[in-house]
């Protein structure tokens, strides 16, 4: 397979103005007609041949303006129609047949539980027609489909339903008209036996706009929460944005076979099942969460990404980037908002800095790609949402809000790039933005070493920050960026944030300096007491922040600092500083110490004020293994799993009594509701039973039985059941895993939770269960979902994927050559665990590469041959 690059673009010689399809639907061949009207660029050569593209299709006919085309006028590839001569505008007619039921695949148009849908994005219409799939391509669509009265009832098309009538054979059909343009990969269509719930939304200039959420018919009690989500996300976006829906009608639909989370089909959204379906005995309080970010994020796709999309797949992170800050931002603001930031910015470092460190490290806007799904990556997503984050903050909610008015009224209704929408926060702002261009096309996390003096003589405390980003593949040497630090100095005797003086200027308590050389220092005057400077408060970049801080710092920082998000930090700093002691005690066979420090600053924690529950929550959860392995120059996961739970252990023995007293006050008996509020009672006592349960007290495990037997909602039978089978208590655990099992046979996505407690147990067994589980009749390699919650999970599970003879990367390997043929897309994302080889010992590296190079034997795909490629090279 060979790379597309961004240098090579070029516009189309030829647009469609306006797109028809006709679908007769049938599992094994549906026909497809399409009529399209063409024209040539005015620019374009006179001779331009017309490219469209085309893949797995069978062509039946094809006509220019109603005259059939011989064979000699056209050539025909696995990927390509190619008519030679075509009129400056014209009308193009052609048939195909494609074949849903055969679509492992899940792009293009498939079938999932006996239901027809659609997965476009980025490059699936070409499995549905000849087109010019491409984003720049933007065409108004009629779309009428004809289905089986009694299999599909319920047709669906983007837009609004314009005609409906009955057939011959029993057969029906219903036409739908899109008047806005848009690019083909927002194309959808969904046909089977579905039920809705419909509600009503009054937009801002008083519009009545229909919403319908389509699911089968045992999961209509599943989707109160998501059309709830759904308002909620549909004001925020006039208020926070002045952004109106400008459909009379709002769909989506959960289907139960999805490649990634959901999909913003203009007016006709599809979603991942998981991704929209909650019911407190189903859900946790993490899903309820993840379907309201994901429900908004989709919805705000509407402008961010359909009525102003992009040029180019390279120009992803436009969308994908700025939709992901919106949809932070509105959950901060429906939520809890410092919660909201620690666990952005924990997955971001744990997640996004492993891949950006990694060997399929990009930028947010790549210059090349060999395929393009391969891409849809936290890089682009939430690296991308923080470069947004940054330039808000650089210009300030106002200017910021003038510059998105102005990018969605100059734009609206085209394919645009990157520096468009720079340049209208440059233009709206009168800032300079092109140092800061380079955060979107150098890959790597920039390292951030901050030393900082403090002068008793003069008053002065002297802050040195130097950026070096490290070389990624293709890019040797980067260049200085723009990075903005908010800060603070807090004064080590009053405990307060000290008044920043810079150059003479009153900056204030809290400021925002900029590094932009390789090494830059700040001299602060009038400074009247020694501080500890608070640096990157809530995490005001994507950087790794490296200080000396000691422990007496962080235990200072913890209990002053006035950035929430930085007493957090102080937090983590200060255990990882504690773990990392006790990894090198384990793997030099000494004794472990429990740094003291560490407990006392729990106490404190649990003695303190109860305020903020969810954040509380937060500060006593320890760092994770992944998090603490991303701090160690080689990854010797035994020894972080034996320190962490070393200090799980031991401040559960230390603060027995405080976990205790903490899950009584918050066992709450009102009914469940998603409220942050209730939200933060369940983290906070759950997070205490872990700890209760590390020591497998005996209290802890009767309320840990009480609470699984109660069965009061789905996040503390969830957490009851994980402790219990996570414990070498398997005398409750498996009665407890039969009665789930069996209880929840029916329903796939609470048994995709039964799955995944059991393959991330760090007991030895688990890679037998993994293998018997594969065997369960839940299970299925052909369904994304339970793919994810069973193999994926177990490659997650640190000591027991990282066995050391192997057997965990071959299964890994074997699944990902299996699913290589079935769906090429979900194969390439679960081969991520074993390119991180580069950061474990000798033995497991050999181990890794040789199931990367097994795997590379085999026939393959190009999702995963890049994703291979890239991390043997
Ligand atoms: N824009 C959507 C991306 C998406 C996708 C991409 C590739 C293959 C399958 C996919 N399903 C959805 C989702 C989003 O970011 O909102
Ligand atoms: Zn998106």
């Known amino acids: 397979p060979q790379p597309v690059y961004l240098s090579d673009y070029q516009p189309p010689a030829y647009r469609v103005t306006h797109t028809e399809l006709t679908f007769d639907l049938d599992p094994a061949a549906t026909r497809v007609k399409a009529r399209l009207l063409i024209e040539r660029h005015p620019e374009a050569d006179a001779n331009a041949p017309l490219v469209l593209n085309g893949e797995h ?37 052609s048939e195909v047949e494609i074949a849903p039921r055969e679509n492992t695949a ?29 984003p720049d391509v933007m065409a108004t669509f009629k779309v009428t489909v004809i289905g089986d009265q009694q299999q599909e009832p319920i047709l669906l098309a983007n837009g609004n339903p314009i005609e409906r009538g009955e057939l011959e054979s029993g057969r029906h059909f219903v036409t739908w008209e899109d008047p806005h343009p848009k690019p083909c990969y927002l194309f959808a269509l969904v046909a089977g036996n579905l039920h809705s719930v419909e509600d009503h939304f009054t937009t801002m200039s008083g519009r009545d706009v229909t919403l319908q959420i389509w699911v089968e018919k045992e999961n209509l009690d599943k989707t109160k929460h998501a059309m709830a989500s759904l308002k909620r996300a549909m004001e925020w976006d006039e208020k926070a944005y002045g952004r109106e829906y400008d459909l009379d009608l709002f769909m989506i639909v959960a289907v139960n076979d999805f490649n990634m989370g959901a999909m913003e089909n203009k007016g006709l959204n599809i979603f991942n099942s998981a991704a929209v379906l909650t019911h407190p005995q189903t859900a946790t309080d993490a899903a309820f969460q993840n379907v309201e970010g994901i429900v908004a994020h989709e919805y705000f796709h509407n402008w961010s990404g359909n009525r102003v999309t992009c040029r180019d797949w390279f120009q992803l992170s436009l969308k994908e980037g700025f939709t992901v800050f919106r949809d932070q931002c509105f959950s901060a603001d429906t939520n809890s908002a410092p919660v909201k930031r620690i666990q952005d910015v924990s997955f971001f470092r744990t997640a996004q800095f492993a891949e950006d460190a990694g060997p399929t490290a990009h930028p947010i806007r790549p210059d090349h790609f060999i395929e393009i799904t391969n891409f849809y990556t ?201 773990l990392d002691d006790l990894i090198a005690a384990h793997r030099n066979g000494v004794e472990k110490v429990m740094d003291s420090r560490v407990v006392d600053a729990f106490r404190a924690l649990l003695g303190g004020p109860m305020s903020d529950k969810a954040v ?7 760092p994770s293994e992944a998090y603490i392995a991303e701090q160690q120059p080689i990854v010797d996961v035994d020894a972080i799993h034996a320190a962490r739970e070393f200090v799980r252990q031991s401040l559960a023995v230390a603060l027995r009594d405080e976990f205790l007293a903490i899950y009584e006050a918050n066992v709450a008996e009102e009914p469940y509701a998603p409220t942050p509020e209730q939200i ?189 490629e890239k991390a043997l090279a």
Not at 393 to 413: A, P
């Open 378 to 578: 936290l890089t682009i997503y939430e690296k991308g949402a923080e470069v947004v984050r940054m330039l808000r903050n650089l210009v300030g909610g106002e200017s910021f809000r003038r510059g998105s008015d102005l990018y969605f009224e100059r734009f609206d209704g085209q394919a645009v790039t990157i520096e468009d929408f720079v340049g209208c926060m440059a233009e709206a702002s009168g800032e300079d933005f092109s140092q800061f261009m380079h955060w979107y096309s150098q890959a790597g996390t920039p390292d951030i070493d901050a030393h900082g003096e403090y002068d008793y003589v003069q008053g002065e405390y002297h802050l040195t920050l130097r950026q070096r980003t490290p070389a990624t593949p293709g890019q040797p040497d980067k260049l200085p960026l723009h990075i903005p630090v908010r800060m603070g100095l807090v004064g080590t005797k009053s405990g307060q944030d000290l008044t920043l003086t810079l150059n003479g200027e009153k900056l204030g308590k809290d400021a925002v300096i900029h590094l932009r050389d390789d090494e830059q220092t700040f001299i602060f005057t009038d400074v009247a007491e020694a501080p500890v400077p608070s640096l990157l408060r809530e995490f005001s970049a994507p950087v790794k922040l490296h200080y000396p801080y000691s422990r007496e710092d962080l235990a200072f920082l913890l209990t002053h600092d006035s950035d929430g998000f930085n007493r957090w930090d102080a937090g983590q700093r200060l255990a990882l500083l504690a």
């Open 57 to 93: 299709l069978k062509l039946i006919s094809l006509a220019i303006d109603a005259t059939p085309l011989d064979a000699a006028a056209y050539e025909l590839d696995d990927e390509v129609l190619r008519i030679a001569q075509v009129p400056e505008r014209f009308v193009l007619e």
């Open 680 to 868: 933060a009672q369940r983290s906070l006592k759950n997070v205490a039973l872990s700890y209760l349960m590390s020591i497998e007290d005996e209290q802890g495990l009767a309320l840990c039985e009480a609470q699984f037997a109660a069965d009061h909602n789905m996040t503390d039978v969830r957490q009851a059941l994980t402790l219990l089978v996570h414990s070498d208590r398997d005398d409750l655990a498996s009665p407890a895993l039969k009665a789930f099992g069996e209880k929840w046979a029916h329903d796939p996505l609470v048994m995709d939770q039964w799955f995944t407690v059991q393959v991330s147990r760090p007991q030895p067994d688990v890679l037998e269960r993994v293998k018997y589980l594969m065997q369960h009749p839940a299970f299925s390699l052909k369904n994304p979902n339970r793919v994810r919650a069973l193999v994926g999970a177990f490659a997650q599970n640190r000591v027991n994927f990282h066995r050391l003879d192997g057997q965990g990367y071959q299964l890994l390997a074997d699944v990902v050559i299996e699913l290589n043929r079935l769906n090429p897309e979900i194969a390439a994302r679960l081969i991520t665990p074993l390119t991180r080889w580069q950061r474990f010992d000798e033995t497991r590296q050999a181990l890794m590469r040789s199931e990367l190079e097994r795997i590379k034997q085999q026939p393959l795909s190009s999702n995963v041959y890049e994703v291979v």
């Open 106 to 134: 899940l792009e293009g148009l498939y079938q999932s539980n006996g239901m027809y849908c659609t997965q476009c994005e980025a490059e699936g219409f070409r499995r549905i027609t000849f087109y010019p799939d491409r």
């Open 616 to 622: 509380l929550a937060e500060m006593l959860t320890l």
